[in-house]
């Protein structure tokens, strides 16, 4: 089944997973910086744009500070300058798009380009798409126009691995049911609406608000369909309008969902927020979410207006969302009650990072991240960073088991190994049920190092812009993030990974590749044979000769 997933959405992708904070260059003279002069226009009228941003990503060690960015003039010009030399990425924003130089298309990563001492780059001219639009209007059965209705765009992405759809632009109908998406990039999207409101009740107990789809209507994809297995793609042009997208709000038979939730986590504070979740959507779409928040301290809870269908039921306590406890139900054709939830006190788990052979180096700028294993809605992903003598502390913990990602390695770096106690938990996971042992996590400054170029598949010719793309073999390490290793070819085709955990890959490279794909099995599954085999060393360096897969054989 598709996912759902609401997310703030860079146009562009860092897939840089290290960094390089030690032994602080010299700071360059004025006559060793550079600059970047160029212009960015309108890519379907040529028209200049005026007041979009241009910026810099540092992608090594050699330039650790970047320029503000800079906006362009009347005719689109902008000038940066006081660029220490080193590689850069550059990047161009307007309202509704954003590009990398020398990326194949929106979203996609551009090639490193070097700016030596002193050098003034030039003629850099970027061509933005126009934002695109989808129209329409929403009826109810009867064909009349439903005001303030929520109408929203969801597409696909890879994302946690996984192809998903992700929520996009939304809006609300006017008087008339009429709808207008804006500030959409060129694509194919889904439209789905529903009648989301907030009730407010006054009880006894106190104040109870609820959130959901009112009974009447329920979430309707467009033309007119339940589900997006049936639903129609939307393709939109750059720059154009899909008008016309109108169809009818349906009705089903709704149920309620009752029950009882305490926490043990904090008597002073009252609020507990709960949220009834479509089993594998995200929480994030309000059009596939029924919720509630209790203020009155009771714990007693009802949902309305539910749907027949599977659900995570999740219970959340804490400013922050910081304690949760959850369970899965069935509605079938009856209402649903006698539920329970108990979220237990949090637990605090300290730690300590540490450096193999070396104890005097600063580490911090290194952040930890727990990843749920579990189906929990919505995934709570503590974090905690890294003080600069290693430690950290995650303050608010819930039973589950986790994965422990590191995020922020110094270059070259890698994760050797993470306790806690006697326990293995660097693949294995860590079991927070209870009172775990403080970790104990080991880097490594001694990652393999993989060169090599990237060349097409039929004159063997250098590929500029090509990701590469590190993928473990090993089954408990496919899926896990601090196990991939990426890098963009330069403009010879020449790439450097470092810090590669020793252990059995394949290496890819693709002409074009959508951030993320690289994590999903299947889309792996039907290139593997054109993966090549690599099982690297502490400390030792490779090189390899790939060619690229054509974005259109990866489908």
């Given at each position: 089944m598709l996912r759902k997933l609401s997310l703030c959405l860079l146009p562009f992708v860092l897939l840089a997973q290290t960094k390089d904070t030690g032994g602080a260059p010299a700071k360059p003279g004025a006559a060793d910086l550079g600059s970047i002069?160029?212009?960015?226009?309108?890519?379907?009228?040529?028209?200049?744009?005026?007041?979009?941003?241009?910026?810099?990503?540092?992608?090594?060690?050699a330039a650790r500070t970047e320029p503000e960015p800079v906006t362009t003039d009347e005719q689109g010009k902008f000038?940066?300058?006081?660029?220490?030399?080193?590689?850069?990425?550059?990047?161009?924003?307007?309202?509704?798009?954003?590009?990398?130089?020398?990326?194949?298309?929106?979203?996609?990563?551009?090639?490193?380009y070097l700016i030596g001492a002193g050098q003034h780059l030039q003629d850099i001219v970027f061509r933005l798409p126009p934002a695109s639009v989808i129209s329409g209007k929403i009826l109810d059965e009867a064909g009349e126009p439903v005001e303030r209705a929520l109408v929203q765009t969801e597409s696909l992405r890879f994302v946690d691995g996984k192809k998903q759809?992700?929520?996009?632009?939304?809006?609300?109908?006017?008087?008339?049911?009429e709808f207008r998406l804006t500030t959409l990039p060129a694509g194919k999207y889904l439209v789905i609406a529903g009648y989301y409101e907030t009730e407010i009740e006054k009880t006894d107990k106190g104040t109870i608000i609820r959130a959901g789809m009112a009974k009447k209507f329920v979430p309707t994809y467009y033309p007119g369909v339940p589900d997006q297995a049936s639903a129609a793609f939307v393709d939109l042009p750059a720059g154009g309008e899909a008008g016309g997208i109108t169809f009818k709000?349906?009705?089903?038979?709704?149920?309620?969902?009752?029950g009882h939730v305490r926490q043990d986590v904090s008597p002073a504070n009252r609020m507990i927020t709960l949220s009834l979740v479509v089993s594998g959507l995200y929480l994030g779409n309000a059009l596939a979410r029924v919720s509630t928040a209790n203020v009155d301290g009771s714990g007693d809870f009802e949902f309305r207006g539910v749907i027949p269908g599977s659900y995570t039921l999740a219970a959340t306590v804490g400013g922050g969302g910081c304690c949760q406890a959850w369970l899965h139900v069935d509605v079938f054709d009856e209402d649903v009650g006698g539920l329970g939830l108990h979220i237990g006190p949090p637990a605090k788990l300290a730690g300590k990072v540490r450096i193999k052979g070396d104890a005097a180096r600063s580490l911090a700028g290194i952040t930890l991240t727990l990843m749920p294993r579990s189906d929990a809605f919505p995934p709570l992903r503590p974090r905690a960073k890294v003080s600069e003598d290693g430690s950290f502390q995650f303050d608010a913990v819930s039973a589950d088991k986790f994965d422990v990602e590191v995020y922020g390695l110094l270059e070259g770096f890698y994760v050797e190994s993470i306790r806690s106690g006697d326990q293995d938990v660097l693949d294995q996971g860590l079991n927070c049920i209870g009172t775990p042992a403080p970790l104990d996590v080991l880097l490594n400054p001694s990652g393999a190092i993989l060169t090599g170029a990237v060349q097409d598949d039929k004159e063997q010719q250098p590929v500029t812009g090509a990701t590469v793309v590190v993928v473990p073999q090993e089954e408990l390490r496919r899926g896990r993030v601090m196990y991939y290793r990426t890098a963009v070819t330069d403009q010879l085709g020449n790439f450097t990974v470092k810090g590669i955990i020793p252990g059995k890959y394949k290496v890819f490279a693709w002409d074009d590749l959508e951030p993320d794909a690289y994590m999903d099995p299947e889309f792996i599954k039907a290139v593997e044979s054109k993966g090549?085999?690599?099982?690297?060393?502490?400390?030792?360096?490779?090189?390899?000769t790939l060619t690229a897969i054509r974005a259109s054989d990866a489908r």
């Open positions: 002069e160029g212009r960015i226009l309108n890519a379907k009228t040529g028209e200049p744009l005026r007041a979009a941003t241009f910026r810099v990503w540092s992608v090594d060690s000038l940066m300058k006081g660029l220490a030399p080193g590689r850069y990425r550059l990047v161009a924003l307007s309202k509704w798009s954003a590009m990398e130089y020398g990326a194949r298309r929106p979203g996609g990563q551009g090639p490193p759809l992700v929520t996009g632009v939304s809006v609300r109908t006017n008087d008339l049911g709000l349906l009705k089903k038979p709704t149920f309620a969902v009752k090549v085999p690599k099982e690297v060393k502490e400390g030792t360096q490779y090189a390899v």
